[in-house]
């Protein structure tokens, strides 16, 4: 890609200050409205929090990993890099979008690249009803929580969850529970991309349940609806040789 006009932007802790002041002092930069780039320095979860930020813009961004897993973040390298902004390859993504309704009769709504996911609150199980499209599929899920995880985030918490590795290719999403008690052999479902999916919270008062996009919570949820937003998008930049494709792809590998 052409990257005339860079940005950069940092999360709040040392490293990432410390290389913000590196990078501008040996680059050309603009403000982050005026760039054709846009290089963010920290972690995964400062990278999740600046796409959200101008994910309207159409501004790729160039991750530079200064925390400590870095997966949607390319190897920290100050030298050469207009080279590897011009050589990187973009992978576009589509967030889910979360609508969070609350016992107090408020909605909330969220973008989340990565993965929605609602949690109990208390140290009882949480107690979900699953509809897919308007059809009820699970009447009953007793677990600790769920999510709905896209390709991108099936390596984050839904691996960790147990949930599948989806390639990026695949048009599907993960839905995975989070230590489930009954059923206790259910280990969740494959999607269509375009599939509706609405949690509903059974008896959320005595059982009160959290949902969370990404970083961004609701408590006291009593319905969540999540979707796939096709109506947006943001672009991720790799390195050619450590493209977000092969990170996933290696993952069904690791040991």
């Known amino acids: 890609m052409t990257a005339e006009r860079i940005a950069f932007v940092a999360a709040n802790f040392d ?6 002041k ?8 603009v403000a982050p409205e005026d760039a054709d780039v846009v290089v963010a320095l920290g972690g ?3 990278m999740l929090q600046t796409l959200r930020r101008f994910i309207d ?3 790729p961004v160039f991750g530079l990993n200064r925390g400590s897993v870095g997966f949607l973040m390319n190897e920290f390298r100050p030298e050469d890099l207009p080279k590897r902004l011009k050589n990187s390859q973009a992978v576009t993504l589509y967030p889910l979008q979360m609508i969070a309704k609350t016992l107090d009769g408020s909605t909330q709504e969220s973008v989340a690249i990565n993965e929605v996911s609602l949690l109990r609150e208390t140290y009882q199980a949480a107690k979900l009803e699953i509809l897919v499209d308007g059809v009820i599929r699970m009447p009953e899920l007793i677990c600790d929580g769920a999510l709905v995880s896209t390709p991108a ?7 960790s969850a147990h949930g599948p590795i989806i390639p990026l290719s695949a048009e599907i999403l993960a839905l995975t529970p989070i230590s489930a008690f009954r059923p206790r052999r259910w280990r969740g479902a494959l999607l269509p991309h375009e599939a ?9 008062e005595k059982r ?3 949902a969370t996009a990404d970083d961004f919570e609701v408590r006291n949820v009593v319905e969540v ?10 672009e991720i930049l790799f390195d050619p040789e450590t493209n977000l494709e092969e990170r996933i792809l290696k993952e069904q590998f690791a040991p």
């Open 15 to 20: 490293a990432a200050q410390d290389a913000l």
């Open 22 to 29: 590196d990078l501008t002092a040996a680059y050309d930069c």
């Open 44 to 46: 995964d979860g400062f």
């Open 57 to 59: 813009s159409g501004v």
């Open 153 to 159: 985030g099936s390596t984050a918490y839904n691996l």
């Open 196 to 204: 509706d999916v609405v949690f509903r919270i059974l008896e959320a």
């Open 208 to 210: 009160p349940v959290s």
């Open 225 to 234: 609806i999540i979707r796939e937003d096709r109506t947006r998008s943001f």
